[in-house]
């Protein structure tokens, strides 16, 4: 089983800069993709990043890119998120998510294709 804990989460206004990170046990962390997903109030679950297992293969969606960087640290255990020029319609619930890492270059956008996931982290952005 795989045990994954978001943090980072708070209330920051637009423009602003923020760090959210993920903690993962109970499996070889450097074996595994992660992801990072958000979701906001009344609306679906999207994806936002996602990192293979070695850390040279990341992938964004259209809404966040140049603007959040996602990396890993394997001795670490730890995922990132690093989120800069913030707005309001990123304001959401941050969902890390781990996938068995069939290759160095994976790095899966779909949800339905992680199979832990975090409780999730709280960002709030004000204008």
């Known amino acids: 089983q795989v045990h994954l804990v978001e943090s980072g989460g708070r209330l920051v206004q637009a423009g602003d800069s923020l760090r959210l990170s993920c903690a993962v046990s109970?499996?070889?962390?450097?074996?595994?993709?992660m992801g990072w997903f958000r979701q906001a109030p009344g609306k679906e679950r999207v994806f936002v990043a996602s990192?293979?297992?070695?850390?040279?293969?990341?992938d964004y969606s259209d809404s966040v890119k140049d603007r959040f960087t996602i990396s890993r640290d394997n001795a670490e255990n730890t995922v990132y998120l690093q989120m800069s020029s913030l707005k309001p319609e990123d304001s959401a619930v941050y969902h890390c998510?781990?996938?068995?890492?069939?290759?160095?270059?994976?790095?899966?956008?779909?949800?339905?294709?992680?199979?832990?996931w975090g409780q999730g982290t709280q960002v709030t952005v004000y204008s």
């Open positions: 998510a781990a996938a068995p890492g069939y290759s160095p270059a994976y790095a899966p956008t779909k949800d339905s294709l992680y199979n832990y």
């Open positions: 109970g499996r070889t962390f450097s074996t595994l993709a």
């Open positions: 990192i293979g297992w070695s850390g040279t293969k990341t």
